[in-house]
């Protein structure tokens, strides 16, 4: 209470006097607060100041962070505020030094587009600003271990399907093996005899093919070896005309079935194509 004392007598040096702002003195003035030039306001051991520059008010509250902008209409409603917080308002009366700052404003005029903040506020908000920050930090570094878990994911997933479409691919070779055995068992009545037994072994594609491909050779050189004897036994004006080498399938059958062929060489003609169809897909199978 000692500063309400000391004030006054501070300010008379300058020419000005102090009046409380709701003594019922000043409120029989009933004077508007916007034809004042200045208010100090003081609450406990706090005092701010509230001035008319130019032709605005401010508020030159140090806990702010800069001055605030107060409308003419607001003024009233503000310095009621701050007396039901609690505020000693007082009015200064008398002519106030001059300020540079006042000058300066009486020429132009000032538009606020942010109310500034109270220090501890803007504290606070910075704060809540590094939390929120690093809460999203957390956030991102979670997605991007998801990302990674999805991408394991992904990849087990690629692994799973080329896994299944090599036992696909097994099981296509195995039943290829099992129609070329049963197509060589009905081509060949001693088929048995002349494919070397494999159980208990396991062969892959490439001997597997080469294994193929050395029995329709073996039953090729058969079918031609029989063909010359067949030449050989039959009289001159009888001789029928096959391909002497079947290096295609449509010169095993050249000769016309009138010119004198038996059942059994029509047969052995069409064994003689079928199997040279066989081989030739078996070479372009080991191309690819």
Not at 22 to 30: A, T, V
Not at 58 to 82: H, M, R, V, W
Not at 154 to 164: I, K, N, Y
Request: net charge negative; with cysteine; charged share 30%.
């Amino acid at each position: 209470m000692e500063s309400c004392t000391h004030l006054p007598n501070a300010l008379k040096v300058w020419g000005l006097e102090l009046i409380l702002f709701n003594s019922p003195e000043y409120q029989r003035l009933r004077i508007d607060p916007i034809n004042e030039r200045s208010f100090i306001c003081n609450y406990k051991e706090h005092w701010f100041t509230v001035r008319k520059l130019g032709k605005q008010w401010f508020n030159l509250n140090s806990l702010l962070t800069g001055p605030e902008l107060i409308s003419d209409t607001y003024l009233a409603l503000f310095l009621a505020q701050l007396q039901q917080e609690g505020y000693s308002i007082f009015v200064v009366k008398g002519d106030l030094p001059d300020c540079e700052a006042d000058q300066l404003l009486q020429m132009i005029r000032v538009q606020q587009m942010h109310r500034p903040k109270l220090i501890g506020e803007e504290l606070a908000q910075l704060k809540e600003q590094r939390v929120h920050k690093t809460d999203l930090e957390r956030v991102l570094e979670a997605n991007d271990g998801s990302g990674m878990l999805d991408e394991d994911e992904e990849d087990l997933q690629r692994a799973l399907t080329l896994s299944r479409q090599e036992i696909d691919m097994e099981d296509e070779e195995a039943d290829l093996r099992r129609a070329i055995q049963l197509s060589m068992q009905g081509s060949s009545r001693n088929i048995s005899q002349d494919i070397p037994q494999t159980s208990g072994t396991t062969l892959t594609s490439e001997e597997l093919r080469k294994r193929r491909e050395a029995y329709f050779e073996k039953q090729q050189q058969q079918q031609q070896q029989r063909q010359r004897q067949q030449r050989q036994v039959d009289p001159p004006g009888q001789i029928s005309h096959p391909c002497e080498g079947p290096t295609t399938s449509s010169g095993a059958l050249r000769s016309d079935p009138g010119d004198g062929m038996s059942e059994e060489d029509m047969l052995q003609a069409a064994v003689t194509m079928s199997l040279e169809t066989v081989r030739n897909n078996l070479k372009t199978e080991g191309k690819k």
